[in-house]
Nanobody
Framework: QVQLVESGGGLVQAGGSLRLSCAAS????????MGWFRQAPGKEREFVAV????????DYADSVKGRFTISRNNAKNTVYLQMNSLKSEDTAVYYC??????????????WGQGTQVTVSS
């Protein structure tokens, strides 16, 4: 079992930046692809970004391309989501996910508890 703990959420003004972190409990983290999803009130959970185990392959939702960057540090068992030029529509609970690949949340085995990101306009 892998435990994932997100941090770094908060309140930010539109146009600002935040960096989310997701720390994994096991060294086998380095063998997993990792993803970020988000869920806004009243909406379904949606894909944000994914990174492969080595960090040399990434994919992003069209809505965040050019603004968000996913990265990882396997030595620290941590994956990051750098979010720039934030918009009010980025407001959501952001979840870290592991053990899967792609844009579908059902494909991932492990989930964090989520961290709230609120962007004020």
């Amino acid at each position: 079992q892998v435990q994932l703990v997100e941090s770094g959420g908060g309140l930010v003004q539109a146009g600002g930046s935040l960096r989310l972190s997701c720390a994994a409990s096991r060294r086998t983290f380095s063998s997993y692809a990792m993803g970020w999803f988000r869920q806004a009130p009243g909406k379904e959970r949606e894909f944000v970004a994914v990174i492969n185990w080595s960090g040399d392959s990434t994919d992003y939702a069209d809505s965040v391309k050019g603004r968000f960057t996913i990265s990882r540090n396997n030595a620290k068992n941590t994956v990051y989501l750098q979010m720039n030029s934030l918009k009010s529509e980025d407001t959501a609970v952001y979840y870290c996910a592991g053990g899967g690949w792609g844009t579908v949340s059902d494909k991932y085995d492990y989930w964090g508890q989520g961290t709230q990101v609120t962007v004020s306009s």
